[in-house]
Each structure stands twice: as C-alpha cells, then as structure tokens.
C-alpha cells in the first residue's frame, strides 16, 4: 500500500483514521455520560471521565502530526514555487495582466478554500474539554479517596460484581481495537490512588488552566458567535462551579468529612457537571 500511494499519503491516510476512530470513541463515552450511565456511582464518573481524558490526549497527538504534516507540505509548496519563479526568470507582460485579474486569498485564508484555524480551533477545543475530563476526574477520585460520597454504605462493595469488572464492562467495546491501546482498571488505580488533597489540589489547577483556555479561545475567536460564546460560557461555569467545591472542600473541617456528601449537577452542561457538595 505505502509502494502504491506513497509513504507520506499514507502516513496521513492513516492519522484520518485514527482521527475516526478516536471520534466515535469519544461520542461512546460522551453518549453514556449524558444518558447517565455512569451516574450510578461517583467511581463510575471518575472513570468515565479518566478514560475521555485519554482519548482526548490521544486525539491532540494525532492532531499535532496532521498539522505538522500539512504545514510542512505547504512549506515545500512555497519552495517550489520559488524554485519555479528563479528558474523562468521575468515573467511575460501578458501573463502579469492576467495574474492582476486573479483574486488572492487574504491574511490566513487558505489557498484550496478551506476554513482558515479549523486546526487551530479543533486543538483549543480539544484542550478545553481535556482539561475539564482531568479535574472532574480527579476531584472525585479525591472525594472518593476523603469518604465524602454521597452513598457511603455502598462504597466499592457489591455482592456479585466489582469495581474491575463494572470498568471492563463499561469499556468492554474498545478491547477490539489495536489504536489507541486499551486502558485497564489497574492503570485507574495506579493514577487516581494517593493524597486526596493532593487530587483536589490537582484538579483545581485544571479548572483555572481551563478558565485561561477559554478565555483564550474568546479572545481568538474572529467573529462572535452565539453558538459557540454560549458553549463556552456553560464550560467556564463548569469549571469555576468546581473550582468552589474543591475550595469548600479543602476549608471544611476533618471531623465535618464523614458527612459531607456530592451529588452531580448537569444543569450548565449537558457532559461536564457541577460537583455540588452537601
């Protein structure tokens, strides 16, 4: 195939699919989280939004190198057009009138007619959401660790299941797939274990690199659209909603910790909750 097409066509070909694939799985996970499948438990969100957050790394990387790669095929574009401009020397005075007539593309206007930053777009938005999967993520992962559930009778012990089987079974439609590699249980375990005012130092720290992603994203957004204002509204809510928990949490008492509860909100936003504590 890479004989037939050419190594680059294909090296590209294959970052598309990748791209692809990575999409639906992230609709997947996005898709059990609004019907609220993964509602059931705080350990279950954790690790619907610990598994999103890997897809969404995944997917900047594959981004990264479609982007590189179609930069450093414009860069060789411009040189051979230099090439091409030294080595006829001066253009005939009839092929610059009808050069005159053509009309140029503007500042940061794609020459083939494509949107100018979709890139650039897509990888902001991509940062924004991965930001906020990490801190949700870690919040209730330090939650769970402190025992401020909201159902603390229930916590990890199921009569005929467990937490590895409930996560095998909740991602048991990727184990099919060679890329990207399946996460398992233990890999969980392994990142969200430790201090839990460590994680919620954590994920306060992604909810502020969130809020300055967003502003960010405003600030470059070219035109105003309501659509996408009205998004990233709803996400600073979000995360600035969060970031008051995590601080509720780290001012409360220790003997209040027992007794304190969480419950998600989905009110600003349809994926990313407000952690509420009670």
């Known amino acids: 195939f890479c004989e037939e097409v050419g190594l680059e066509c294909a090296q590209y070909l294959s970052n598309w699919a990748l791209m692809e694939v990575l999409g639906m799985m992230q609709q997947h996970v996005s898709l059990g989280i609004e019907l609220q499948l993964y509602s059931c438990h705080e350990c279950d969100a954790a690790c619907a939004y610990w598994y999103w957050e890997y897809l969404i790394s995944a997917s900047l990387h594959v981004l990264t190198a479609v982007m590189s790669s179609k930069e450093e095929l414009e860069r060789l574009k411009e040189?051979?057009?230099?090439?091409?401009?030294r080595r006829g020397g001066l253009v005939a005075t009839g092929k610059k009138r009808s050069n005159k007539h053509k009309k140029k593309p503007g500042p940061g206007e794609p020459s083939n007619g494509a949107s100018p930053g979709v890139g650039h777009e897509l990888n902001l938005q991509l940062h924004v959401r991965r930001s906020l999967c990490r801190g949700i993520a870690r919040l209730l992962a330090g939650v769970?660790?402190?025992?401020?559930?909201?159902?603390?009778?229930a916590e990890a012990i199921f009569e005929y299941s467990s937490w590895r089987c409930r996560f095998e079974h909740r991602f048991?439609?990727?184990?099919?797939?060679?890329?990207?590699?399946?996460?398992?249980?233990?890999?969980?375990?392994?990142?969200?274990?430790?201090?839990?005012?460590?994680?919620?130092?954590?994920?306060a720290e992604c909810f502020k690199q969130c809020k300055s992603l967003i502003d960010r994203a405003v600030r470059a957004m070219p035109e105003p659209d309501e659509?996408?204002?009205?998004?990233l509204r709803n996400l600073t809510k979000v995360a600035v909603a969060n970031g008051v928990t995590i601080a509720q949490f780290q001012a409360g008492a220790p003997a209040d910790s027992g007794r304190r509860r969480i419950e998600l909100h989905y009110d600003a936003h349809a994926l990313f909750p407000r952690v509420v504590a009670k």
Do not use: C, I, W, Y
Request: glycine letters at 4%; zero cysteines; hydrophobic letters at 40%.
């Open 227 to 231: 659509t996408a204002l009205a998004e």
């Open 172 to 203: 048991a439609a990727f184990a099919n797939l060679q890329q990207p590699p399946v996460l398992r249980f233990g890999e969980f375990e392994n990142t969200m274990s430790g201090d839990p005012q460590a994680l919620l130092a954590s994920a």
């Open 144 to 153: 769970s660790a402190s025992h401020l559930l909201q159902h603390q009778e």
């Open 79 to 85: 040189m051979d057009k230099d090439k091409e401009k």
